[in-house]
């Protein structure tokens, strides 16, 4: 997706709320190197008008409610009050339809 300097592969993104999501696992994102060239490409990305998120392995998977509420209101997606802590459905790992909230 372009930044406004550059072009940036993202894991997920839904244009219509101008929302990438990256997942930032161990493999590709360790070193003080990595951490900075994703600090790069975050703030062209967010100087083009996107909002970036960030989601680790536990994110996804140890705290997959928390982070499925912060999709959504991230994506200013609604959250039912019945979904407030921890009745709030699991994130799933792969990319939404455009427009779609995650559920």
């Known amino acids: ?51 970036v998120m960030r989601l680790t392995w536990d994110d996804v998977t140890v705290h997959r409610e928390r982070t499925l509420r912060r999709l959504r209101l991230a994506g200013g997606w609604s959250i039912p009050a019945h979904e407030g802590g921890s009745g709030a459905r699991t994130a799933r790992t792969t990319a939404y339809g455009e427009g779609r909230a995650p559920s």
């Open 1 to 51: 997706m372009d930044g406004e300097t550059g072009t940036h592969e993202v894991d997920a993104f839904w244009p219509a709320h101008l929302l990438a999501v990256q997942l930032d696992g161990f493999d590709f994102h360790r070193t003080r190197r990595d951490r900075e060239r994703d600090a790069a490409s975050d703030a062209d990305l967010e100087l083009a008008g996107h909002r």
